[in-house]
């Protein structure tokens, strides 16, 4: 516990409570598992944007002999699919069902 604890504990520990409750390690769990499905979510989401522009450029490239999506607009495409992205898991609730699954 982080008032009666040692310097040498609260340094080998990953999770250091500085008040005498262990309703914080609840809470620290829930926040952690909410930050790794955020970014798992947005990484799958990425990875498919990619996807989608990357076949449209190179069956673009071969159907039409020249690229359908000039640089700069697939730059916009990208960012706006990371921008609505990032948004939606921005607003994602918080739950203690969180402490179902393992990660």
Not at 2 to 24: F, Y
Not at 41 to 53: D, E, G, K, S, Y
Not at 75 to 96: E, H, N
């Given at each position: 516990?982080?008032?009666?604890?040692?310097?040498?504990?609260?340094?080998?520990?990953?999770?250091?409570?500085?008040?005498?409750?262990?309703?914080?390690?609840?809470?620290?769990?829930?926040?952690?598992?909410?930050?790794?499905?955020?970014?798992?979510?947005?990484?799958?989401?990425?990875?498919?944007?990619?996807?989608?522009?990357?076949?449209?450029?190179?069956?673009?490239?071969?159907?039409?002999?020249?690229?359908?999506?000039?640089?700069?607009?697939?730059?916009?495409?990208?960012?706006s699919w990371t921008c609505c992205a990032f948004g939606s898991i921005i607003r994602g609730q918080r739950r203690l069902a969180a402490l179902d699954h393992r990660v």
């Amino acid at each position: 516990m982080g008032k009666s604890g040692t310097s040498v504990a609260k340094e080998a520990a990953d999770i250091v409570l500085m008040d005498d409750d262990l309703a914080g390690v609840v809470s620290a769990v829930v926040s952690g598992r909410d930050v790794f499905d955020g970014i798992s979510q947005f990484l799958q989401c990425q990875l498919t944007v990619i996807a989608v522009a990357l076949s449209v450029a190179c069956i673009g490239a071969v159907t039409l002999r020249q690229s359908p999506l000039q640089p700069c607009r697939s730059y916009g495409l990208t960012s706006s699919w990371t921008c609505c992205a990032f948004g939606s898991i921005i607003r994602g609730q918080r739950r203690l069902a969180a402490l179902d699954h393992r990660v």
